[in-house]
């Protein structure tokens, strides 16, 4: 079998066995890219020698009986809006050309600078994150590895499809409304976002403070685990980290879950929920209940405001956030200088934010107006608080909420580019979570007629990530079609 088609902690327990050596892992690695890439463009900037460099000097310190951190030198690829000092990051805007951060995220700095994972490129997104289709990004769209005419969802669609593909063991995404759920849904692999506050958005450029959290994508579920324990914790840095004990996730997860009692909000199987996509995680709700748990229903009444909310919530924030991106503290500036501040500002963003990210400036501009901050703003905040409300009173019937993670499988690139409402109506499930605030993780259950992916998504309560990496474990270990080929440029999970 390939080394890209191990998960990574059988590539660690191999290095460590000297079964293989870290330069062996990083140089497959790009290997893979170079004779995938120019097919799902997952990297829009690579760090190839840096990186084979790297490798090296681990290899020569384990050689030495040295430490070299929990991930061993294994390939990670970073979603390119989560800043690593010296290196081009740019959200995928136009807006950021050239821009170098003079830090590195508290999360680059746990995974790379402690654990000795080794960075091998940044990945294309949706620009600033705003997309669920990786086609928006000023480098161009990705394509989804099980089927180059479709999307490999967003906002951290490179990240998603470098690991389907086996191009990287680890990736970092980002999620404020499912930007880690769906494009892991899409494209068959692992993601979790992890409770608001569990990991530091330090170093994270800001789409919508009070939504964005920062989380892995892996190959399996035992993998996310170990990231979560690398990447969680409280950090000075950011006042919104919970200073919490975190769990040892990777023992926890092999823990049997007979005494486990999971919800089923009637809500999330609803109309609009593609008939494949129900079946196949009813069938993976039949397994819990083979592997000892019970299901009990649970309702989230105002799931049916989510999308309005969201989306107003998130607008808002992006106007404000965005505001910082003039063409004088970052990125390049209209050529045309006449006029006044404002004019040559204006003609700037015009020129460099791509349309989604206009159209939700416009937006959110518009709902914090005079006259329209109480209709729509405030009003959106108190709708929050009843979805969140909704999820507090269903998690005390169970410990755990399942659904599906998105209601199709991957649609086609361009289908949706143009219909920006049918875009942002895809989130209705994963976007409530992110309201909340609450963590969620999506795992492959299944595929659909066209041998597309399908993704089970559970939900936990607070904090309570543990649970969920445990349901999720035990509910992957039993369907074992996580280690299921791309069919269409082979090798990968």
Not at 278 to 304: D, W, Y
């Amino acid at each position: 079998m390939e080394l890209y088609n191990y998960m990574g902690y059988e590539l660690i327990e191999k290095i460590i066995n000297r079964e293989i050596t870290i330069q062996d892992v990083i140089q497959t690695s790009f290997d893979r890219i170079e004779t995938t890439d120019n097919l799902i463009h997952s990297f829009v900037k690579l760090s190839k020698d840096k990186a084979l460099k790297k490798a090296k000097e681990y290899d020569i310190k384990i050689q030495k009986g040295q430490k070299v951190g929990k991930l061993y030198g294994l390939p990670f690829a970073n979603k390119d809006l989560i800043c690593l000092k010296g290196f081009p990051t740019t959200c995928c805007s136009k807006i950021l050309k050239g821009y170098r951060p003079p830090y590195n995220a508290f999360v680059i700095e746990r995974l790379v600078e402690q654990e000795g994972a080794i960075h091998i490129g940044n990945t294309n997104m949706d620009e600033f994150a705003m997309g669920s289709s990786t086609e928006s990004s000023c480098y161009g769209p990705t394509y989804n590895p099980w089927d180059l005419s479709r999307v490999p969802g967003g906002s951290s669609g490179g990240s998603a499809t470098a690991i389907a593909s086996g191009q990287a063991i680890f990736a970092i995404g980002s999620d404020t409304g499912g930007s880690i759920r769906c494009p892991a849904s899409f494209c068959g692999v692992v993601g979790l976002k992890p409770t608001y506050g569990r990991v530091s958005r330090y170093g994270l450029v800001a789409f919508a403070n009070s939504l964005d959290q920062i989380g892995p994508i892996t190959k399996c579920v035992y993998d996310s685990a170990l990231m979560l324990e690398i990447i969680s914790g409280k950090d000075p840095l950011d006042s919104t980290s919970v200073d919490i004990k975190v769990d040892k996730y990777t023992e926890e997860i092999k823990n049997p879950i007979e005494k486990k009692v999971i919800g089923i909000p009637k809500e999330f199987f609803g109309e609009g929920i593609d008939k494949e996509v129900e079946s196949s995680v009813k069938k993976s709700i039949e397994k819990l209940e083979k592997l000892g748990a019970s299901t009990v229903e649970v309702t989230i009444p105002h799931l049916e405001y989510t999308i309005a909310t969201y989306y107003l919530l998130c607008m808002c924030e992006a106007s404000s956030n965005l505001a910082r991106f003039d063409g004088l503290r970052y990125g390049p500036m209209s050529e045309n200088l006449s006029g006044d501040t404002f004019e040559v500002f204006s003609r700037t963003r015009g020129k460099y934010f791509g349309p989604e990210v206009r159209r939700r400036i416009f937006l959110g501009t518009y709902a914090l107006s005079a006259g329209y901050y109480d209709k729509f703003y405030i009003k959106a905040l108190k709708v929050r608080s009843l979805i969140k409300n909704d999820f507090v009173e269903a998690f005390k019937k169970c410990d755990s909420i399942v659904c599906p993670t998105m209601p199709s499988t991957a649609f086609k690139t361009g289908a949706l580019i143009n219909d920006p409402l049918k875009m942002y109506i895809i989130d209705i499930l994963t976007c409530s979570v992110n309201l909340a605030g609450i963590p969620a993780l999506t795992i492959p259950c299944g595929f659909d007629s066209n041998n597309l992916p399908i993704g089970f998504q559970i939900i936990g309560d607070y904090f309570d990530e543990k649970s969920i990496l445990n349901i999720g474990y035990q509910l992957e270990q039993e369907l074992d079609v996580y280690r299921k080929i791309t069919p269409v440029i082979g090798g990968g999970k």
